[in-house]
């Protein structure tokens, strides 16, 4: 086993926020699921990665419950780790890369909840650590970006009104972008699946 699919942060935390209702791919589950069948037909290891905020009273605290796997994901008890992590990459808290380690894991495949944001940042430290990474852009996920100067506490309306807002698919257009060429190779579901098919 060389290669292993990091599924990041697809939890109800998410769909818990106000914001759910402009994630750029409501149905990320289904692609995440088909990624996850195709690593398991081919031998490669998964690992699901949750973002948890212990203390904090949102919906990334662990006391509230909604730190899980989205229930349309199918997560396996049976080998298949479960790390929690508290920074944005699913390295810098947790114990991924010493998983990775012992199981020869060399080639990673990243998808997940924010597109530019953890799933962005962890495929950019696993390719300082070593790895080579593959970012599944289509099975990844994330919201309209407010502005920097804009307030915290605006509505959903208000966000998705202001002109300075960046929109999802100009956040994933842009991660594609910075990723390529330097820190990941950018590929679809389609591409994984039938890459999975011939290793199979």
Not at 60 to 83: I, K, S, T, W, Y
Request: hydrophobic share 40%; charged share 25%.
């Amino acid at each position: 086993m060389t290669r292993a699919l990091i599924v990041i942060d697809v939890q109800e935390s998410f769909r818990a926020q106000p914001l759910w209702e402009t994630i750029s791919d409501p149905k990320i589950a289904d692609k995440v699921n088909r990624l996850v069948r195709s690593a398991r037909r081919a031998g490669d290891l998964v690992v699901w990665v949750l973002h948890s905020e212990p203390g904090t009273g949102d919906v990334f605290d662990p006391a509230l419950g909604h730190v899980r796997p989205l229930e349309e994901l199918d997560p396996r008890q049976d080998g298949e780790p479960l790390v929690h992590k508290t920074a944005h990459n699913a390295f810098t808290t947790t114990n991924l890369q010493q998983l990775l380690t012992e199981n020869g894991v060399r080639e990673l495949a990243v998808c997940g909840i924010r597109t530019e944001q953890c799933v962005e940042t962890t495929a950019r430290v696993a390719s300082d650590l070593g790895y080579r990474v593959t970012f599944v852009v289509d099975a990844t996920a994330t919201n309209p970006i407010p502005h920097r100067d804009a307030p915290a506490d605006r509505s959903v309306a208000e966000l998705l009104a202001d002109p300075r807002t960046l929109p999802a698919d100009e956040a994933v257009r842009r991660t594609e972008y910075a990723l390529a060429g330097r820190f990941a190779t950018i590929a679809t579901v389609d591409e994984l699946e039938a890459a999975a098919d011939l290793r199979a």
